[in-house]
T-cell receptor, first 114, second 113 residues
Framework: ETGVTQSPTHLIKTRGQQVTLRCSSQ?????VSWYQQALGQGPQFIFQ???????GRGNFPPRFSGLQFPNYSSELNVNALELDDSALYLC?????????????FGSGTRLTVV | AQTVTQSQPEMSVQEAETVTLSCTYD???????LFWYKQPPSRQMILVIR??????QNATENRFSVNFQKAAKSFSLKISDSQLGDAAMYFC??????????FGAGTRLTVKP
């Protein structure tokens, strides 16, 4: 059973650029959630995808967008990067969007905006 | 809105001793789930233990146990016989039906040999 895989592991971008982060969910999982974790803080919910549809969104501006594909892998896109977007971006998958299931997390993508 | 509070930014424990990490949460819902996650330097969040709010019995997983006080909205994690490998950031998390998982700010646990 494969876990959650995220790519790339590290990324450096310039302010104003666009970035795409990728996530492959754990085998059998159909729900993917994305979190932003600033240094020294807990993860903050960005949005969740369930069966290719957005299923909830946190307090993030529209320049944060996402996709989920038929194989349940997912992308997080961030446009017009700002310095404050520098953070660890975590992807988590689960089976269905049922609250009882804990998430399986990937190791994250460290994004640095300069 | 549901919030999760971890009031201890850092904790330290001697190897083989016991340590308790605190967590409180705020919710108006009656059915929900609580979790403790461990985040080592490798960055991957690892599920340590889970508690269903409708269960009065406290969850236990080997050396890890919780003290769940629903009325007080408290959910502490006890680590017994601490090991060097337990050193990490620990996050308390809350999730209810049709809602995302909310995390506290974390507690950094140091284990001294």
């Amino acid at each position: 059973e494969t876990g959650v895989t995220q790519s790339p592991t590290h990324l450096i971008k310039t302010r104003g650029q666009q970035v795409t982060l990728r996530c492959s969910s754990q085998s059998g999982h159909n729900t993917v959630s994305w979190y932003q974790q600033a240094l020294g803080q807990g993860p903050q919910f960005i949005f969740q995808y369930y069966r290719e549809e957005e299923n909830g969104r946190g307090n993030f501006p529209p320049r944060f967008s996402g996709l989920q594909f038929p194989n349940y892998s997912s992308e997080l896109n961030v446009n017009a990067l700002e310095l404050d977007d520098s953070a660890l971006y975590l992807c988590a998958s689960s089976l269905n969007d049922i609250a009882s299931y804990g998430y399986t997390f990937g190791s994250g993508t460290r994004l640095t905006v300069v | 809105a549901q919030t999760v509070t971890q009031s201890q930014p850092e904790m330290s424990v001697q190897e083989a001793e016991t340590v308790t990490l605190s967590c409180t949460y705020d919710t108006s819902e009656s059915d929900y789930y609580l979790f403790w996650y461990k985040q080592p330097p490798s960055r991957q969040m690892i599920l340590v233990i889970r508690q269903e709010a409708y269960k009065q019995q406290n969850a236990t997983e080997n050396r890890f146990s919780v003290n769940f006080q629903k009325a007080a909205k408290s959910f502490s994690l006890k680590i017994s016989d601490s090991q060097l490998g337990d050193a990490a950031m620990y996050f308390c998390a809350y999730r209810s039906y049709n809602n995302d998982m909310r995390f506290g700010a974390g507690t950094r646990l140091t284990v001294k040999p």
